[in-house]
Nanobody, 122 residues
């Protein structure tokens, strides 16, 4: 099993920045992919960004150029640097990890954190 704990969410004004962190523990060798997803009230969960073991990164169209995903060398912590935040970025952000993830989708992540709320005010 893998446990994932997100942190770094909060309230920020439009145009501001936040950095989310995801700390993993347990069978971290099974985390070929780590990623971030978000879910706004009344909407489906949406892919935000992912990174694989070799450092390849993937981004959703709505965040390209504004969000950057990274991963510590020990592969157990992932970050999501968010800049130029918009009110439509408001959502609960979830960290996820797995081996069989299909990049760019919401399919295949085996482990999920409980989420951290990001609120962007206009």
């Amino acid at each position: 099993q893998v446990q994932l704990v997100e942190s770094g969410g909060g309230l920020v004004q439009a145009g501001g920045s936040l950095r989310l962190s995801c700390a993993a523990s347990g069978r971290t060798y099974s985390m070929y992919y780590m990623g971030w997803f978000r879910q706004a009230p009344g909407k489906e969960r949406e892919f935000v960004s992912a990174i694989d073991w070799t450092g390849n990164t993937y981004y959703g169209e709505s965040v390209k150029g504004r969000f950057t995903i990274s991963r510590e060398n020990d592969k157990t912590t992932a970050y999501l640097q968010m800049i130029s935040l918009k009110p439509e970025d408001t959502a609960v952000y979830y960290c996820a990890a797995g081996r069989t993830y299909v990049p760019g989708t919401t399919t295949g992540m085996s482990y999920w954190g409980k989420g951290t709320l990001v609120t962007v005010s206009s």
